[in-house]
């Protein structure tokens, strides 16, 4: 069927991970229920939650069956549901694929389409005649906005376009890629398959698919992913481990129990420490300025029976960890633009990397180098089990990242005593119990 005149030149995108590329140029598009769809391997994009209800709803109009039975594409090109994954740092953005497909795709006898997303409990309306296309809100679907003023705006800026089955690769007009690197990697995997694929292109300004963390620059993401977090975090390591030597005559602390004494006397005895002093945070779970929210996550700790059943030396690295694991919300001088109050920055464990670097060269004078490993891991990825149990957060980070189980311990304290400092009752016992009894077995 023919696409109404006004609506020629549109496009429709579906996105995936790069780890999806290989099964991609061997089978195409494939619906989840497709007998060949590579359920084991897999790298999904979306919540589970989404998923069970997308198995099940029903598709209205012919061919029917139901929405898992037809590959998702969508109208817009920036994706809120993109925004929430990245949020929940589960995936890097630079990891994302985006395909670009003809909107002539509505005409075929396999398509369907929706005038909002088919993740909600209400389902959408379908539909198989493009004429119908003007039941779209395409005022939404061109925003670029990062929010929408309501849910129902939201979903419907999701709208779908649904093929029956499987879409084959030379249907594509281009893939879009984060920057030349993840480029070079495309190019690299679709050499090794020597099958065809299309164009490889980065975004151009008039359609618009990531979302960049503007202060910092074009390339950035808004949000750190964990593949991105993990190099941060080795980067720092061997940059410890270099320059850790050539300060231990001149730096104030001898050794890591006296650098805990400095913090006991004088919170501000750490430069970056001393930044966080009387900072106010934008943040409304955080009703204290950040020194004193800190001061609060290192006496939680200490009064933990989680703490007090570690050893000696990982009563010290945990405890360090406390007072260090929000260093990344300053230098103050980040803030002068917005009155000097800190933004919520879900970056900010990360950003204290080149900090505990500065730290652990300059101002101690001897630390091992894996105590030294281990304390900066856990201001890295102090909110990562707080994130798990409430944000939905992959639990097999915690099992990718942790050593030993010292480090687990240490990391599940850490994570308590920063959790309930905030609101007690967001730490769960017994499903703080179940992953730390999954993350356990699996390491």
């Not at 001898?254 to 006397?265: I, T």
């Not at 109050?341 to 990360?350: E, F, G, L, M, R």
Request: proline share 4%.
């Amino acid at each position: 069927m023919p696409i109404p005149s006004h609506h020629e030149g549109r496009h429709a995108y579906h996105f995936t991970h790069i780890d999806n590329l290989p099964s991609l140029l061997k089978n195409g598009f494939l619906a989840n229920n497709h007998p060949k769809f590579p359920k084991a391997h897999h790298r999904s994009v979306a919540a589970s939650s989404i998923q069970k209800r997308r198995s099940t709803m029903e598709v209205t109009c012919a061919p029917g069956g139901c929405v898992h039975d037809y590959v998702p594409l969508y109208f817009c090109t920036r994706s809120l549901m993109l925004l929430s994954v990245i949020n929940a740092k589960n995936i890097d953005q630079m990891d994302i694929l985006y395909f670009e497909f003809p909107i002539s795709l509505v005409g075929r006898e396999d398509a369907v389409f929706s005038d909002a997303s088919a993740n909600t409990l209400i389902p959408p309306t379908f539909y198989n005649d493009p004429n119908y296309l003007d039941k779209l809100n395409w005022d939404e679907i061109d925003s670029l906005a990062w929010k929408c003023s309501s849910d129902t705006l939201k979903q419907q800026r999701a709208a779908e376009l649904l093929i029956l089955n499987n879409l084959n690769l030379n249907t594509a007009n281009r893939c879009i890629v984060w920057d030349n690197d993840t480029k070079s990697r495309v190019e690299d995997i679709v050499a090794e398959a020597g099958v065809y694929f299309p164009k490889i292109d980065l975004e151009s300004r008039h359609r618009r698919h990531w979302f960049f963390n503007f202060q910092e620059g074009e390339n950035t993401s808004v949000v750190r992913g964990p593949r991105e977090i993990k190099m941060d975090y080795e980067q720092a390591c061997e940059l410890i481990e270099r320059e850790r030597a050539k300060h231990k005559r001149t730096a104030p602390f001898a050794y890591m129990r006296d650098l805990l004494e400095g913090m006991h006397k004088d919170f501000g005895c750490v430069k970056h420490t001393g930044e966080l002093i009387n900072l106010k945070s934008e943040n409304g779970v955080h009703k204290r300025t950040v020194d004193i929210h800190t001061q609060e996550v290192v006496s939680n700790l200490i009064s933990l029976a989680e703490y007090k059943k570690l050893g000696r030396k990982q009563k010290l690295i945990v405890e360090l960890a406390a007072y260090f694991h929000d260093i990344g919300k300053g230098p103050r001088s980040r803030w002068d633009k917005n009155n000097g109050i800190q933004k919520v920055d879900p970056n900010h464990p990360v950003r204290a990397m080149p900090m505990m670097v500065d730290i652990l060269t300059k101002y101690t004078g001897s630390i091992s180098r894996k105590s030294a490993e281990s304390l900066t891991k856990l201001v890295c990825y102090h909110d990562l089990v707080g994130d798990v149990l409430g944000r939905g957060r992959d639990k097999q980070q915690i099992v990718d990242i942790i050593n030993d189980q010292d480090e687990l311990d240490m990391l599940f304290a850490l994570g308590r005593a920063d959790v309930t400092a905030l609101v007690e009752h967001w730490w769960d016992d017994d499903q703080a119990t179940q992953l730390y009894d999954w993350c356990l077995a699996e390491m």
